[in-house]
C-alpha cells in the first residue's frame, strides 16, 4: 500500500456488537498508509453510536454519520460517498460476513488500472438454500429485466476509484440501487474472490420481502422492460379474448344447440384478465411512485451529527 488516502465507507444500523470486532480486524491492514474509516450510522436504537464515538475520540481517522432515522442502507451509502475524501474508496458491511483481509488484493487490482474492483463471493457459509436460491434468482431477475449488466454474486462489497465517486456524486437522480448505477458508468471493472462467512453476530436486516422490494428497486430504475411486458401481456389478453369470440359464434352457427357457457370458462377469464390488468397497474405505479420522489426533490438522508469530519 502507497502513500494515498483510503477511504472505508461503513454504512450500519443496530450492529453494537460487531463494531469492536470489525475496527479490530480493520486497523491492521489500514495502519500502513494513510486512511480514513466513516461509520455512517442509519438511525441505530442499540449502542451503535455511541460505540464508533468512543473509538473516534481515541483514533481521529475514525469518523461518523449520523442519521436522525433510518433511511435506508443505499442512503447510508450515498452519505458516505459525500463526505469521502480518499483517492480509492471501499464499501464494506459491518457484519463480517465480508472479509476485510481481501482489501489489499483490491488495492493491488485499482493500482493496476481498475476503476472497479467487485468483491465477488465464490462460496456462502451459513446460509440455507432458500437464502442461496433467492440471491441467485435476485440477479437472474434483474440482468433479465434490465438494460444494463449487472454482475452476479457481488453485493457493495467493492472499491471505486475517485474517478467512479465523483460520478456518482454528480448523478442528480436518488441513487436508490447503487450496484446498478455503479454498473451503468462502464468503468473498467476487475473482480476479487471470497469466501463468504457467517455473519458475526446479530440478524440480518434484508430479509425476503425487503429483498424483493429492493429487486423492484433495481428493475424500474435502470429498465422499462416491465412496462413493455405489461403491454405485450394486453396484447396477448385481446387476441385471446378476441379469438374465443370467434371461435363461439363459429360454434353457435355449426351447433346453435351446443352453446351452453359455462361459469368454470368465465370465471377463468375473468381472473386471467382481472390479474392482468392489476399486474399492469402495479407496474405503471411502481414507475409513477419514482417519478413522484424525484418531482418532491427532499432531501435523502437528514444527518443528525457528525465527528472527525
Given at each position: 500500500?502507497?502513500?494515498?488516502?483510503?477511504?472505508?465507507?461503513?454504512?450500519?444500523?443496530?450492529?453494537?456488537?460487531?463494531?469492536?470486532?470489525?475496527?479490530?480486524?480493520?486497523?491492521?491492514?489500514?495502519?500502513?498508509?494513510?486512511?480514513?474509516?466513516?461509520?455512517?450510522?442509519?438511525?441505530?436504537?442499540?449502542?451503535?453510536?455511541?460505540?464508533?464515538?468512543?473509538?473516534?475520540?481515541?483514533?481521529?481517522?475514525?469518523?461518523?454519520?449520523?442519521?436522525?432515522?433510518?433511511?435506508?442502507?443505499?442512503?447510508?451509502?450515498?452519505?458516505?460517498?459525500?463526505?469521502?475524501?480518499?483517492?480509492?474508496?471501499?464499501?464494506?458491511?459491518?457484519?463480517?460476513?465480508?472479509?476485510?483481509?481481501?482489501?489489499?488484493?483490491?488495492?493491488?487490482?485499482?493500482?493496476?488500472?481498475?476503476?472497479?474492483?467487485?468483491?465477488?463471493?465464490?462460496?456462502?457459509?451459513?446460509?440455507?438454500?432458500?437464502?442461496?436460491?433467492?440471491?441467485?434468482?435476485?440477479?437472474?431477475?434483474?440482468?433479465?429485466?434490465?438494460?444494463?449488466?449487472?454482475?452476479?454474486?457481488?453485493?457493495?462489497?467493492?472499491?471505486?476509484?475517485?474517478?467512479?465517486?465523483?460520478?456518482?456524486?454528480?448523478?442528480?437522480?436518488?441513487?436508490?440501487?447503487?450496484?446498478?448505477?455503479?454498473?451503468?458508468?462502464?468503468?473498467?471493472?476487475?473482480?476479487?474472490?471470497?469466501?463468504?462467512?457467517?455473519?458475526?453476530?446479530?440478524?440480518?436486516?434484508?430479509?425476503?420481502?425487503?429483498?424483493?422490494?429492493?429487486?423492484?428497486?433495481?428493475?424500474?430504475s435502470f429498465s422499462v422492460k416491465p412496462l413493455r411486458i405489461a403491454t405485450y401481456f394486453g396484447f396477448m389478453s385481446g387476441i385471446f379474448g378476441f379469438l374465443?369470440?370467434?371461435?363461439?359464434?363459429?360454434?353457435?352457427?355449426?351447433?346453435?344447440?351446443?352453446?351452453?357457457?359455462?361459469?368454470?370458462?368465465?370465471?377463468?377469464?375473468?381472473?386471467?384478465?382481472?390479474?392482468?390488468?392489476?399486474?399492469?397497474?402495479?407496474?405503471?405505479?411502481?414507475?409513477?411512485?419514482?417519478?413522484?420522489?424525484?418531482?418532491?426533490?427532499?432531501?435523502?438522508?437528514?444527518?443528525?451529527?457528525?465527528?472527525?469530519?
Amino acid at each position: 500500500m502507497n502513500n494515498f488516502l483510503l477511504s472505508i465507507i461503513i454504512p450500519v444500523f443496530n450492529e453494537e456488537q460487531n463494531i469492536e470486532p470489525l475496527i479490530k480486524r480493520l486497523i491492521p491492514i489500514l495502519k500502513d498508509s494513510p486512511y480514513e474509516i466513516i461509520f455512517v450510522d442509519d438511525g441505530s436504537k442499540d449502542k451503535t453510536t455511541s460505540i464508533v464515538k468512543k473509538h473516534s475520540e481515541k483514533n481521529k481517522n475514525i469518523k461518523l454519520i449520523s442519521f436522525y432515522r433510518n433511511f435506508g442502507h443505499q442512503m447510508a451509502l450515498t452519505a458516505g460517498y459525500e463526505v469521502a475524501r480518499g483517492e480509492c474508496v471501499i464499501t464494506i458491511d459491518a457484519d463480517l460476513q465480508d472479509p476485510p483481509e481481501i482489501i489489499p488484493q483490491m488495492i493491488e487490482k485499482w493500482q493496476k488500472g481498475a476503476k472497479i474492483v467487485y468483491a465477488r463471493r465464490n462460496e456462502r457459509q451459513g446460509e440455507n438454500f432458500f437464502k442461496k436460491f433467492t440471491a441467485t434468482a435476485f440477479y437472474e431477475l434483474i440482468n433479465l429485466l434490465s438494460d444494463t449488466p449487472i454482475p452476479q454474486e457481488v453485493g457493495d462489497f467493492r472499491l471505486l476509484d475517485r474517478q467512479v465517486v465523483n460520478f456518482l456524486k454528480n448523478l442528480r437522480e436518488r441513487p436508490s440501487f447503487l450496484r446498478g448505477i455503479v454498473a451503468w458508468g462502464g468503468f473498467p471493472t476487475e473482480f476479487v474472490y471470497f469466501k463468504r462467512d457467517k455473519r458475526f453476530s446479530g440478524q440480518t436486516h434484508y430479509g425476503f420481502f425487503k429483498m424483493l422490494n429492493f429487486a423492484l428497486e433495481g428493475i424500474t430504475s435502470f429498465s422499462v422492460k416491465p412496462l413493455r411486458i405489461a403491454t405485450y401481456f394486453g396484447f396477448m389478453s385481446g387476441i385471446f379474448g378476441f379469438l374465443g369470440i370467434i371461435y363461439e359464434l363459429i360454434r353457435k352457427a355449426i351447433s346453435p344447440e351446443s352453446f351452453v357457457i359455462g361459469w368454470a370458462g368465465l370465471f377463468t377469464a375473468i381472473m386471467f384478465i382481472g390479474g392482468i390488468q392489476l399486474i399492469t397497474i402495479g407496474i405503471i405505479g411502481e414507475y409513477i411512485g419514482k417519478i413522484y420522489q424525484e418531482v418532491q426533490k427532499r432531501p435523502r438522508y437528514i444527518i443528525k451529527e457528525k465527528r472527525n469530519l
